[in-house]
């Protein structure tokens, strides 16, 4: 008996039925690295979001990742995949049971001769489904391909969630700037309406430059209600991120950054890092790791077909009297190998073999519709920040002129050369010029956290 358990180890430690995974071959790095330009491949760094400058943003980004309930919740995902995989592996080991019990029957008087029985047993019991066919290694190997990809999916939670953080700081600081912008408008404006105040009231000006005057600055304070509910709701969505209730969030949005107004030293090439980032990307590995799972499950319904070796068997005492359990005469045991074969099932196996292929043809195609989503991804942040760059300094070009606009027109109106309307005219295309600039600047910013989330580049 020990010689046909050993054999049988041998043999199903050797011998799993259907394919093993092979990665697909498609998308080669050098035709990656060609769609997306690369010219260089650097690695990304770590913690990119440093590169911005800005030390709130990088404790808010090492809070998020370290309080975010969506990362939490994949954390306890990797824990839960850990957990069945270890179901899953004992599964193919004995099962061994302790039992004891006390039994007794008493017989119909109507069958004939029959006495009252009863007796005490205890003992142990044991059972071995043997894994000749490879069919729980295959369900380990799906099991093992389900932790991994838990795993990435933690990484790419991560890299949402940072980013996440990041754009809506980067947003927060856009409409906190147009704020600040707009109350200092407004007080500029209420100088130019007393200014045209004290002219209309001398008779040196007319109704219409007055009311045109109130109309700059009603509208002007009409736009910093608007402002202040974007900072607070922009607030708001960085303390859910965070994971904290808004009033427990420590952000000073008053004090003053850069991070929209002065040269960052960013990364300006975004066409120098490695190709082999698409499939780094988490998501782009959970999908593979989804197909290398469905790969095994194929051949785990191949292995169904096969026969079936268990092995039971059960050692103790029996005895009808308790006090007589336990002596030598009172043991016993017993031993039942087993085989089994499917002979008639109306092709249910061959049909869910059939079920497990289609599920991974399936997910091969979400692997490559993975790959191409990925390039896809990276190649439209990279144009867009690469376009916004270049309007960004057409508009820095374009305030600065208007700026120099403003000041002559305003030079003019107060020397009695123009009309009070160039002045209004040229307030609006001044106050549109800030804003379009602070816009364009924070597109810049919007579209590198979108090249970074793209790459995936790895976050500490």
Known sequence: MRRIICICIIFCASCSVGEDYMPPQS????ALAQNLGITVQKPLPQKWYADFGDAQLINLVES???NNTNIKTAVLRIKQARAQLQITKVAALPQVNAQGGYNYEKQSKNIGLAENSHYYSAGFDASW??????KNRRQIEAGRASLKAAKYTLENVKIVVAAEIVANYVNLRQNAENLRLAEKNARLQQEILETVKAKYDNGLTDETSYSEAKYLLENTRAQ????????EQYRNALATLIGVLPDELSLNTAEFTPLLTAKIALRNNLREFPASVVRMRPDVATAEQNLIAKNALVGAAVAELYPDISISGLWGYASQGG???????SQTYNYAPLISLPLLDWNRL???IRLQKYIKKEALAEYKQTVLDAVSEIKNAQTAYYENRSAAQNKASALQNMCKVAELTQKK???GLIEFSEVVRTQQNLITAEQDYVAINAQVLLNMI???KAVAAPID
């Open 129 to 134: 489904e043997i894994d000749l066919w490879g």
């Open 64 to 66: 998020g990742l370290r």
């Open 27 to 30: 998308y080669s790095d050098v």
């Open 450 to 452: 979108a090249f970074y």
């Open 413 to 415: 109106y107060e020397n």
């Open 224 to 231: 910093i209600p608007q402002y202040r509910a974007a900072v």
């Open 323 to 329: 006090s007589k359990l336990f002596r030598s005469n």
């Open 350 to 352: 061959q049909n869910n």
